[in-house]
């Protein structure tokens, strides 16, 4: 078929998970399971899908939450919370929570996006194993991120320009400003999200993230952001609940810290660094650094331990050599490194008084949100006396990624092992990290990327974390990490057989591309001028150094950008992320645009081609769709439930409106055939038919 000849796009997400499926359960000692001889004599459980995720019905086996098919360390479980009763019921963008001192309540940050005046600060209040989302007043705030509790265990909380306390008893609380000269997120600041942590004496150590990536606007000379940006403010505390204004700068050339933690007993400030996006999947690495007061811990003059940063190879100015005196202050090589664009945007030391996780206790805990293949997983560290990432005996430390592929065929073992030596030039020191969560990669239709971001750790010891990657649902990204004392469960658990039909979005991507010249040739163009010279840094793909002429991977980019990124919005540019950031007050995209003209003047190719090219398909919903042997006939094969997404041609609408031809995967359509002994359908949506096909 051609492309001319659709009238409407449809296709199908999911199939047989919508409702119902079947899998088996790997635990025989859980009561749920059907096979327990204590159960029914059936094999199979009821799978049911909340938040995006597929969990077993009615199954509280992670301390009386569902358990989440997520590759997690033996004896340990991940539980997903249920959010209930909320005014707005959608969390869209949850970032820090912690516990209230001697309740089961929580204090949640709700970030809205990354536009200013878009958050929330919310109260988790429990009802039994539920929490309901309590509406504490607290809203329109700017960019509301780390959470924490204070003197007098007052609720301390931070935006993009200013940190504020609440008391937690009160219904509606007062919010009290106490710091309010942070660098407001003017469009002009890249890493505008506030942390904080307080020393034992309840000083303020603030992040100030770097207004750019890697200073490019001052490439091969003295960078302009290091004397009051990228490092750690210090803010000493004058009163019960007061801190000077007047700030010292305790440490510099920190691009970014979302991670910081005091070890208890030695009184160790350390830092997990955001470090630069370079293009390149396997460099630079992300670093722990041990936080001392006035040294420069490099950034954007180098990289990993003493690399010179590409942007300023001829740069005199600054001796990437530790314990040299450069005239910014002496450089301080990373204690250690972590994986590769990992985004550490959570870290904690696991309480010594806590005993539901013995092996854990003092571990350095870190929780990486980034999206790349060594993301999304929670991990752990030994640590010394003084709380460092205890050194390794050799040079082998490795960290696990995704393999390039993930299938079927190797869903058990998706993951390979990347040793820091293969990729690091003369590395003086390594730490081995171990899993907590192993990857969460997305697997459809059973779950999302994983994006942990901030942790905490309740009373009872399980390590409660938020997750913000995108599910649309009241219970958005609320997730403990509990005790279990079966087997771990992994996605592989889930996947049922062989034989399930399921819809390969690459295939719809591929009949798009294929059968529209026009499309094809102006992604091509989009390609080689915008993608691959603006957005490969951090998003990068097969247009990241590939052949941009090879179909395949023609395919592969127009699917990712499309269909899986998230970023587009077909048709509406306005609402793509892609386009919107670049225009909104925070975190522009690509990074720099204001000082890089050319990106600004490519930005229309972009543009033109989500209004334009991609017009014809966009996601709409319908209630539900059923295959039917003739109309008003009996129906066979899958049913589709529950608003489940659909892509259909602009020009035409679902309903009251035109119907037009369906485009059906042919693996779908041969399942069908078999199924119904036949080779002639219909399909009904909201009581309208479709054609033959």
């Known amino acids: 078929m051609t492309f001319k000849l659709y009238s409407i796009a449809l296709f199908l997400l999911f199939t047989l998970i919508a409702c119902k499926s079947s899998v088996s359960d790997p635990d025989p000692s859980n009561p749920s399971n059907p096979s327990n001889p204590n159960t ?9 899908k909340i938040a995006g995720l597929a969990i077993q019905k009615g199954d509280s086996s992670c301390m009386g939450f569902a358990r989440v098919w997520v590759d997690a360390k033996e004896g340990v479980c991940v539980g997903l919370v249920k959010a209930i009763n909320a005014s707005d019921k959608t969390l869209r963008k949850p970032r820090a929570l912690i516990q209230l001192p001697d309740s089961d309540d929580f204090i949640l940050t709700d970030m809205g996006g990354w536009g200013r005046r878009l958050g929330k600060v919310v109260k988790l209040k429990k009802h039994n194993q539920q929490y309901e989302i309590v509406d504490l007043g607290l809203n329109q705030l700017s960019l509301p991120h780390a959470v924490a509790l204070g003197p007098t265990n007052k609720v301390f909380i931070g935006e993009d320009n200013q940190i504020f306390w609440f008391d937690a008893s009160e219904e509606f609380p007062t919010k009290h400003v106490i710091i309010s000269d942070l660098p407001m997120a003017d469009g002009k600041n890249k890493h505008p999200v506030t942390l904080f942590v307080f020393d034992k004496a309840f000083n303020l150590i603030v992040n100030i993230g770097a207004p750019s990536d890697q200073c490019l606007e001052d490439k091969n000379q003295a960078c302009r952001f290091t004397a009051s940006t990228a490092g750690l403010r210090f803010y000493k505390r004058t009163g019960e609940m007061s801190w000077s204004p007047n700030y010292s700068v305790l440490a510099k050339g920190l691009r970014n810290s979302m991670a910081l933690a005091i070890h208890k007993k030695s009184g160790t400030l350390i830092q997990a660094e955001n470090a630069m996006d370079l293009k390149s999947e396997f460099s630079p690495f992300e670093e722990i650094n041990i936080i001392e007061k006035d040294k420069h811990y490099g950034w954007p003059y180098c990289y990993n331990f003493e690399n010179q940063s590409p942007a300023f190879s001829s740069y005199k100015g ?41 092996e854990l206790k003092g571990k350095l805990i870190i929780a990486f949100h980034g999206y790349r293949s060594p993301g999304h997983r929670i991990v752990y560290f030994d640590v010394d006396e003084k709380g460092r990432p205890k050194l390794s005996d050799n040079k082998d430390a490795f960290y696990w990624s995704d393999k390039k592929s993930i299938n079927r065929s190797n869903i058990d073992s998706p993951y390979q092992k990347n040793f ?33 971001v901030a942790m905490t750790v309740a009373r009872d010891g399980a390590i409660w974390f938020v997750d913000d990657t995108g599910y649309k649902s009241k219970q958005k990204g609320i997730f403990i990490i509990g005790k279990f004392d079966g087997s771990p469960r992994k996605l592989s658990d889930a996947i049922k057989d062989e034989n399930e039909v399921s819809y390969d979005l690459k295939s719809f991507a591929k009949e798009i591309i294929q059968s529209s010249a026009t499309i094809a040739t102006r992604f091509m163009a989009l390609r080689k001028n915008y993608l691959s010279k603006y957005c490969s840094g951090c998003h990068a793909t097969t247009w990241d150094g590939g052949d941009l002429a090879n179909r395949d991977l023609l395919l592969e980019d127009f699917y990712t950008f499309v269909f899986a990124s998230g970023f587009v919005n077909a048709g509406n540019s306005a609402q793509s992320h892609a386009v919107m950031a670049i225009k909104s007050e925070v975190r522009p995209m690509p990074l720099n645009p204001i000082l890089r003209p050319d990106a600004l003047k490519n930005l229309p190719i972009l543009e033109n081609f989500i209004d334009q090219e991609l017009a014809s398909i966009r996601k709409v919903a319908v209630p539900a769709l059923n295959v039917r042997k003739a109309p008003h006939g009996e129906k066979c094969g899958t049913v589709v439930k529950e608003n489940m997404p659909f892509y259909i041609l602009k020009s035409q609408k679902i309903g009251k409106l035109t119907w037009g031809q369906i485009i059906v995967p042919p693996k779908i359509k041969a399942k069908l055939i078999q199924q119904c002994q036949q080779d002639a359908f219909w399909i009904v949506v909201s009581g309208k038919y479709s054609k033959e096909f």
Not at 327 to 340: H, K, M, N, R
Not at 431 to 452: C, D, M, T, V
Request: proline share 12%; net charge positive.
């Open 40 to 48: 029914a004599s059936s094999n199979k459980i009821t799978v049911e």
């Open 318 to 358: 600054f001796k990437c050599q530790t314990g040299y005196q450069n005239s910014e202050g002496t450089y301080q090589a990373p204690w250690v490194l972590l994986p590769p664009h990992a985004a550490p945007l959570g870290m904690l030391y696991y309480p010594e008084d806590k005993n539901l996780f013995p």
């Open 420 to 452: 820091y030596k293969d990729y690091v030039q003369n590395m003086p020191r390594s730490a081995q990290q171990k899993e907590l969560i192993k990857g969460w990669f997305g697997y459809s239709p059973y779950r999302p990327l994983g994006s942990p």
